[in-house]
Each structure stands twice: as C-alpha cells, then as structure tokens.
C-alpha cells in the first residue's frame, strides 16, 4: 500500500497539534529544536519515502522498530501500510504528547553506553535510525565532554542482536565535523555481529544472514 501525505495523517487531531505548537513555542516547556518536526508536511513525505525506499509498501507483517523515531512519522507509516512497527526515543514531554495525538507506540530510551536497551523489546525483522547522530561532544550537565566511537560501539551491538535473521538494520546518519562518520568502524560493526555491511554515502545497512 503506497500512502499519500494526507492518508498519513487522517484522522490525526489538527487542534491538540496546533496547540502543541503555541505550547512549545511560547510555554515554560520551550523546545523549538525538535518543534520543528511539528511541520508534517515536510517530515511526512520523508517517512512515507524512507518506507517506499525500503520496499515496505511490497509486504505485510514486518517487526520493525524505528530508533531516535522523534514524532513518529515512519512508524505512522510503517503501521497503515500493515506493519507491527514502534519507535524508540528519549523521554521528552513534547515527542510523549505527539506520539498521543499520533497513535504512535513508543519506548523510551537513549542509547548510551552501558545503559541496556529496554526490557521486553523482543527481535525485529527490521531496525531503522533516520537523521541519526554520533555527536563528537556531549553537552552533559552544561559541559563539553569527547565522544569515541567505543562508546557507541555497545549500544549499536545490543541494537544488532535484536535482528531477525534475515532482517537488516538500516542506518541514515548525520555528517559533519560535529558528528562521528566512519565506514571503518561500521565494517568492524557488522564483522563482529555477523552481520554483512553495505554503503551508500551516509547511508549504512547491515544484514544478518
């Protein structure tokens, strides 16, 4: 089922969406870094498309699960073309709200070293992490601290043994000087995992055999 823009959001409560706009914008609770994502009708196509791209309009009864899935547009997506699919993100008032409004079932969680993935999550045909970043420098507590690619190593294994063989993670990252990038890396990644790793720019997907 190939969906349009306006089927993603059939349905959807225009009001409560509006209101989260003035809310953020203007409340105590300001954050117009992820508000942004409010304009639907920038970010629902990108979702739609990503789901095209990966062929999911072709088949029915995928377990897919959406990392850094922000409002949720894809799992959105993922859901109406018959897909069992949820997302997973941090705890953050204004994603809690839209993923109410949307319908959207969401996990809570960042990955961070150390920090086991949830309970329960249970093994996926499909993992996917859109406009991911692997920031060089973390801002914790207000102060500058370097990242290395060990410490994200960990959590990107744990992600790798939630795949169904068969299934793939597909990973679309962010580049730049404030971002990690390396094809290296991701090469040890999926050697260690099993898994077999193709690129395409910024664009990583691992399969598991």
Known sequence: ?????????????FRRMNALRHKYRHGPQKNPSWLKFADWRQYAPRAIEWAEQLEL??????????????????????????????????????YNEVWDI?????????????VPLPKGLGDFDIITMFGFGLPRVSMGDGHRSARTWDEYRQPLSALLKLVKPGGFLFAVLNVGRDWLFGNSEWYALAKQAGGILS?????????MP
């Open 102 to 114: 949307l319908k959207v079932p969401a996990v809570h969680h960042a990955l961070t070293c150390g």
């Open 199 to 207: 690129v395409h720019k910024n664009i990583f997907r691992i399969d």
């Open 57 to 94: 309009h072709k088949s029915r009864g995928k377990r897919i699960i959406d990392v850094g899935c922000g409002f949720g547009y894809f799992v959105r997506a993922c859901q109406l073309m018959g897909h069992n699919a949820i997302g997973l993100d941090f705890d953050d008032p204004l």
């Open 1 to 13: 089922m190939v969906l349009t823009s306006d089927e993603l959001m059939a349905g959807v409560d």
